[in-house]
Structure formats: C-alpha cells, structure tokens
C-alpha cells in the first residue's frame, strides 16, 4: 500500500463535518503555525518539503511563496484556484467534496505564511454543490474561531470565502481567474507584473491549486524534510491521479511519486488493468494538454527505462518521446478508439475555451477544429496533416497564456504517433463513415492497408 | 440581441436580496463588482435560469457598475443563459472520456426519446438538452448536470428514471 498524505481519513465516517475533522487531528497544522512558527519558517517548510505545484506545472509551491511582495505594505492575497477544468482531471473535486476542512485547514496555514488576511476560493461554478459544501464548512471553521480577528488568540486576521466561477475553461489561469474574480471575463493578463508583485485588485497574490494547498497541513505537521523523503528526486510527496478512460476501476488516487507506470494501470490497489480486457492503445498521463503516448512508450521510455509516475519520468525524451504529469488527468484509451476524432474532440475543446483574446489562438483553435472535424468526417486531404502540423506549430509560444501551447500539444502529438492513422482517414474515408469505426474494426486491424499503399 | 423578443418578470424578493448582500459582503467595500458572477448565479436561478436585459440591468445597478460590465461577463461565460431554456436542462459532457464511454450514443438517445435535437428544447418547456465540454466527471462517465448537480454513471435505464422523475417534480434542481 502506497503512503497516504491527502486520503488517509478519507474513509472516517462524517469526516465532511467540522466535530469530525477535529476529532481527527483536523486544524493542528494551525495551531503549529500559529503558536510555533514564524510565517517564513512555514514557507521554509514548505520549500524544504520540494512541494511542486499540483495544477499542472509544477512550480515549486514554497519558491512562488517566497516571491510574494511583504514591501509594497499592500494587503495580501491567498487564492486557491479550484478551477478544475482540464479534460481528465477530477481530483481536487474529490478532495474538497468528501474532506473540505483540509483545503480550509490549508488556506489558513498557507495565509499566515504569506500574511494575507483576506483569501479566496475560486470554484468552478459546475460544481455548485460543492461550492455549497465549501460554503457551509468555512461557516463552520468562523464558528470554531479558526477564522475571523485574532485567531487562537494571536495577531494574526483572516477572513476566507468560496467564490464560483461560471463555466469558463480559461478561468484556470491564474491571471484569468484573478480576473474573473474581480467580477469580469476570463482574459489572461500579459506578464509580468506576476501576480506576486500586483495579482487581485493589483495586490501582491498567490494563486495555488487545491491538492497544493491540501498537502501544506502535513508538511506543517511533520516536516519538509518528511514529505521530501516521499517521492524520487525532485518528484517528492504523494500525488492525486485521476483515471478515467477504457479502465476498470476509473478514480481518484493517491500515489507516492515515483510509482510505475505498469502498476498504477495493472495492479488491483489502482486502476486494475484495462476495461474488458481490450488491448492498451495510447495514455493521456496528465490532462488534455499534454501530448498522447502511444502504446510502446508507455510502460517503458524510449531508452528501455520502466517509465514511472514523477514529473521527470513522464517527460523524460520531451515530446518527441515523453509527455508530462500535467495535473494527474490519466486517460487511457483501448484499441477501439479512434485518435483523429479524439484528437478532434480536444480541439473542439480548445476552440470552445479559447478567450479570444490573442489571434493564433482565437484562429489557429477554429481551423484546428475544422480541419480534423473534416478528416474524421471522410472530407480530408493529405495536404491536411501537414496543414494541421503548420497550425498548431504557430499557435505555439505565441500566445498570451498556455492555452494555446495546451490546444496546439494534442495536435502535435497525435500527428508525431499516429500518423498513418490520419493517413487512412484520408486514403479510406468510406471506411470511417461511422463514428465508432474503430470499435467494430480496431486500426490495427485496418493498418496493412496503409503499409501496401505506402511508397 | 436575441432575448428582447422573450419577456421576463423581475423579481428581486428579499430573501434573494439577502442572499445577495451575504454574497457582496465577501469582499472590500470598493470592490462590489467582484460579486457579479455569484450574484447572477442566484439571480438566474430565481428567475426560471435565465437573464433579459432588463435583469441583468438591475444586477448592475445593485453592485453600482454600468449595464455593459454585466453584458460581456454574461456572453463570456457558458453557464448564463440569454434566452428562456427548458425547466430541467440535461447537459451533457461529451469531452474525450465521456466520448469514449458513451456520452454521444447517450445523448442522442435522450434527444430522441425527448423527440428534439441537441440544443433545443420541447415544445412545453420541460426539457432542454445540450452537450457542453468537460464537466470533471471523467472517471464517472458518461454524466451529466442537471441544475446544481451531476448524475453520472448514466445508462439509457437511469436516463429514462431521471426524465419520469422530472416529470414528477421530483428532482431537486438548486441547493438552497
């Protein structure tokens, strides 16, 4: 059984409530912090623990912290993006679902650290019930005195609110969501200034995700070096996976990092092998945005190392061979699906969310919708794929924010491993006519076509 | 400018009022506008989830901002409604993991049982349906959210059971 940080009570009957919660140990992080620590030696703690941002990028949590501006004398600003909008990603749901003290918990210790004294929770507005949990569990923690003035007695203020989003994919970036939570459209702001410097209402804030808030208690109740021990190399601590997909137990878990490939997929503890047995065709390992991997390169990388769940692992031979954590968004598909409509499905994604505020995005998202909307219907051209490769390639890095890089990734990926694929949609279009070709006669059933006509 | 043909009642009751000073009273005194997208929330959900001109109006003379500052939050974000929709609207994901499990084949099986096609609603006013993008369902498709909800793990037999229970009046749509 791997260590559990995030989920270990998970399973304590009434552990939503706030009697519960306590009864548990819930809220002694705060005590810690507030009674034993300095703030900076909660962010050196944090630092130490190696904690990397959980939404995706992976940034340091304790470096971001520490480049908060305490000179400016302007308020300060904690801000948990709960945005969770990724295609894949379903973890901090969970979290803020069945044990939403935790994230409370984590945004009081994680405010001290950064004197902030008032702080939000930005929720997508889909999950309203959640909203209503969180709503009702922070009135709870003002009734047990663990927000409000003066805190157990200190000096130290903090006022916390749930505030929810309206269904708007690019609210997950942090600028977009600082945004929106000045009550206006999601347009990602140019950077610098980073938020650190002037984020909401042009005062110094820190945006984090919700699994990075909800490990800070533990790392604050044992020590950075515990939590760094957890993990291999600069993949330290444990990390929400959520599987979803052609599996047989789709879910949220908690891994140590550093976990293989093979048996998080395999083993009983975790997803338990793939859905009825059907053949393993291509992982999606951390959300949407990061690039597809084809069967062989997933167990193992391209130089025959086992390929393990740490950020390093994933992306280990970048993308022409790798792909990345991402948020922990696994998907997995079996060999009935077709990855031209996938690949299409993503971009209609992305052209959905686009803001539309930079042109090769607000463009470059169209066309790539509609050019594979058009291969997979039966309508492609071989010109197409190399279209395709045109368009997402200078979508890339011209952008604003990552959405872009996150609409053009899928794209390039699909295009690098499964070429021939694309190729036969175009060469065989009365064959793909039906949506669910590839369920009837899996490609590999199909594939020798392409290799005779190939010259 | 599509809603100026629906017409809406405006009522701000005081209990919504209430709700609504709670919710602007979440942040500074000078920075009312912060409250836009939860306000409209609970202002679309009492008035039959959906927003006219003259509401969203009034939405901007509560939190003294100009009408137009309301306008393009409205029309940038999916979940506000601009024109009168269905009392229970199925919307249902139909990103890549819900794909692969169904949610195209379960949505045209609802649009047809209902006897309408994605994004319309029936003629008396029941039912909406609409495919939307992601909802972080993934792991429990196929899904779909009605009102503040999500029903997932969906089949046909499930699907029919949730429409006979609309019927009824028996699903709960906003949590209060």
Redesign the interface.
Do not use: D, Q
């Given at each position: 059984m791997g260590r559990k940080i995030l989920l270990d009570k998970i399973n304590i009957p009434g552990i939503k409530t706030y009697e519960v919660y306590r009864q548990n140990g819930g809220y002694a992080s705060v005590e810690k912090a507030l009674k034993t620590l300095t703030p900076d030696e909660v962010t050196e703690e944090v630092k130490t623990s190696g904690l990397r941002g959980r939404g995706g990028a992976g940034f340091p949590v304790g470096l971001k912290w520490s480049f908060i501006d305490k000179k400016s004398g302007k308020p300060r600003h904690l801000v948990c993006n709960a945005d969770?909008?990724?295609?894949?990603?379903?973890k901090d749901?969970f979290l803020m679902e069945y044990i939403p003290h935790l994230l409370i918990e984590g945004m009081i210790t994680s405010s001290y650290a950064l004197g902030a004294n008032?702080s939000y929770i930005y929720i997508?507005?889909?999950?309203?019930?959640v909203f209503?949990i969180l709503e009702r569990a922070i009135k709870e923690a003002y009734a047990a005195g663990w927000l409000g003035k003066n805190i157990l007695g200190t000096d130290f203020s903090l006022d916390l609110?749930v505030?929810?989003?309206?269904?708007?994919?690019i609210c997950g970036e942090e600028t977009a969501l600082i945004e929106?939570?000045?009550?206006?459209?999601?347009n990602p702001r140019i950077k610098p200034p980073f938020p650190a410097v002037s984020g909401l209402?042009a005062n110094p804030t820190v945006v984090n995700n919700v699994e990075s808030i909800a490990a800070v208690p533990w790392i604050i109740n044992n020590s950075g070096a515990d939590y760094a021990a957890i993990g291999i190399g600069r993949s330290t601590g444990t990390k929400l996976i959520?599987?979803?997909?052609?599996i047989k137990n789709?879910?949220?878990y908690e891994i140590e990092l550093g976990l293989s490939v093979e048996e998080f997929m395999n083993s009983d503890e975790y997803l338990g092998g793939m859905m009825n047995d059907r053949p393993l065709k291509a992982l999606?390992p951390g959300g949407?945005s990061v690039p597809i991997l084809p069967a062989h390169l997933i167990y193992k990388t391209a130089n025959g190392d086992d390929r393990l769940m740490t950020y390093e692992s994933l992306s280990d031979g970048g993308f022409a061979t790798g792909s990345m954590l991402g948020s922990g968004?696994f998907?997995v598909?079996n060999d009935t699906?077709c990855i031209v409509?996938?690949t299409w499905?993503?971009s209609?994604?992305y052209h959905?969310?686009s803001?539309g505020q930079c042109s090769p995005c607000r463009e470059g998202t169209g066309w790539l919708e509609k050019v594979l909307h058009r291969i997979e219907n039966g309508h492609g051209r071989m010109e197409d794929i190399d279209l395709l490769w045109d368009i997402q390639s200078k979508i890339e890095g011209n952008t604003i924010c990552p959405l872009g890089d996150a609409a053009a990734w899928p794209v390039a990926a699909a295009i690098r491993h499964f070429r021939d694929e694309f190729e036969y949609h175009v060469r065989f279009p009365e064959k793909i006519k039906n949506?669910d070709h590839f369920v009837e006669e899996p490609f590999e059933k199909v594939r020798h076509l392409i290799a005779k006509q190939t010259v | 400018m599509e809603n100026t043909q629906y017409k809406q009642e405006i009522n701000i009751t005081p209990e919504l009022m209430t709700r609504i000073n709670e919710l602007i009273g979440h942040y500074p005194d000078d920075k009312r506008k912060s409250a836009l997208l939860p306000v409209l929330h609970e202002v679309q959900d009492a008035h039959e989830n959906w927003l006219s001109y003259p509401l969203m109006d009034k939405v901007a003379e509560i939190l003294n901002i100009q009408p137009i500052e309301v306008y393009e939050v409205v029309s940038f974000y999916t979940m506000y409604n601009q024109k009168p929709i269905g009392k229970y609207m199925f919307e249902f994901c139909r990103t890549s993991c819900c794909a692969v499990r169904g949610a195209e084949d379960l949505m045209d099986y609802t649009c047809e049982k209902l006897g309408i096609k994605e994004g319309e609603t029936t003629p008396d006013g029941m039912f909406t349906v609409v495919g939307v993008e992601c909802l972080g369902a993934c792991g429990y498709a196929p899904m779909m959210q009605v009102g503040d909800f999500y029903k997932e793990h969906l089949t046909k037999e499930k699907v029919d059971t949730i429409i006979a229970e609309c019927r009824e009046g028996k699903i709960n749509l906003h949590d209060k």
């Open positions: 969770e909008s990724e295609p894949g990603t379903f749901r008032l997508r507005g889909e999950y309203m019930w209503k609110h505030h929810c989003g309206a269904g708007a994919y929106s939570l000045e009550g206006k459209r999601g209402w959520s599987a979803s997909g052609h789709p879910g949220v999606v949407s968004g998907i598909y699906t409509r996938n499905n993503f209609r994604f959905h969310e803001c949506r | -």
